[in-house]
C-alpha cells in the first residue's frame, strides 16, 4: 500500500488566481494520477504525472490549465491556473506503488474560487 | 470514454441489513476494485480483484469478479453505522493502468 498526503487540505481562491497542490507518497511509486471530483459526483482521471517527463492529459484538459510537475518517484504537484468558479471542487492525487493496479488515494484539496 | 454503470445510486437501510450493490460495463475489464469514500476523504480501496469468478472478502465485506469480465458486485453484511458513506466500483482495462469509475452508490444506515 502507499500513504499519500496532499496539502493544502483546502483553500479558498480569488478568480484569476493559480494554486499549486502538493502530494507526497511515503514510498516511491511507478505512476501518479491526478483526478477531480466535483460535488456529488464521482472521479474524473486529469491527467497522468509521469517521472521525468511532460504529463499525460486526458481529454478535456490541457497542460496551460494544469500544468503537473513529477521530480520523482514520491512527489507530485498540481496547479490549478487563471481559476474560475468552475474549478471550485475536490481534487485528489493517487499513487500506484507496484504490478497489483492497486490505486491508493490522498486526503484530497477542496478547492472553493470566488 | 469507457464508463461503468453502477447500482443503486442510493440506499437507505436498517442497522444490521444486508446490502449488495453493483457495476457492469460493456466492455470486459482485467481488474475490479471497490472504493469507500467518506465525506471529505479521499476513496480508501476496499477490495481488488484480479480474476474472472474470483470472490473476495474483507470482514463484512465481500465482492466478487463476474464470470463475463463485465461485472462485479459488492456484498456489505451486518450493516452498522459507520458503513455510511459513497462505494465506488473501478476496474482497469486492456493494459492499462487508468481507473475508470463508477458514478457511487450513497449508503445511509439508519441506527
Known amino acids: 500500500s502507499a500513504v499519500i498526503s496532499q496539502k493544502p487540505s483546502r483553500d479558498i481562491c480569488q478568480r484569476g488566481t493559480s494554486l499549486t497542490i502538493q502530494c507526497q507518497v511515503d514510498?516511491?511509486?511507478?505512476?501518479m494520477f491526478w483526478y477531480r471530483q466535483q460535488p456529488g459526483q464521482s472521479l474524473t482521471l486529469i491527467a497522468t504525472?509521469?517521472?521525468?517527463?511532460?504529463?499525460?492529459?486526458e481529454s478535456g484538459f490541457v497542460i496551460d490549465k494544469f500544468p503537473i510537475s513529477r521530480p520523482n518517484l514520491t512527489f507530485s504537484t498540481l496547479t490549478v491556473s487563471n481559476m474560475s468558479p468552475e474549478d471550485s471542487s475536490i481534487y485528489l492525487c493517487?499513487?500506484?506503488?507496484?504490478?497489483?493496479?492497486?490505486?491508493?488515494f490522498g486526503p484530497g484539496t477542496r478547492l472553493t474560487v470566488l | 470514454g469507457q464508463q461503468l454503470n453502477q447500482s443503486p445510486q442510493s440506499m437507505f437501510i436498517q442497522e444490521g441489513e444486508d446490502v449488495s450493490m453493483n457495476c457492469t460495463s460493456s466492455?470486459?475489464?482485467?481488474?475490479w476494485l471497490w472504493y469507500k469514500q467518506d465525506p471529505g476523504e479521499g476513496p480508501v480501496l476496499l477490495i481488488a480483484?484480479?480474476?474472472?469468478?474470483e470472490l473476495t472478502s474483507n470482514g463484512r465485506l465481500t465482492a466478487q469478479f463476474g464470470i463475463t469480465r463485465k461485472d462485479s458486485f459488492l456484498n456489505i453484511s451486518a450493516s452498522i453505522p459507520s458503513d455510511v458513506g459513497i462505494y465506488f466500483c473501478?476496474?482497469?482495462?486492456?493494459?492499462?493502468?487508468?481507473?475508470?469509475f463508477g458514478k457511487g452508490t450513497k449508503l445511509t444506515v439508519n441506527p
Open positions: 493517487s499513487a500506484l506503488p507496484g504490478s497489483y493496479n492497486e490505486q491508493f
Open positions: 514510498s516511491q511509486v511507478t505512476m
Open positions: 504525472a509521469n517521472q521525468g517527463s511532460e504529463a499525460t492529459y
Open positions: 466492455s470486459i475489464f482485467n481488474t
Open positions: 480483484l484480479y480474476k474472472a469468478g
Open positions: 473501478a476496474g482497469h482495462q486492456g493494459g492499462s493502468e487508468k481507473l475508470v
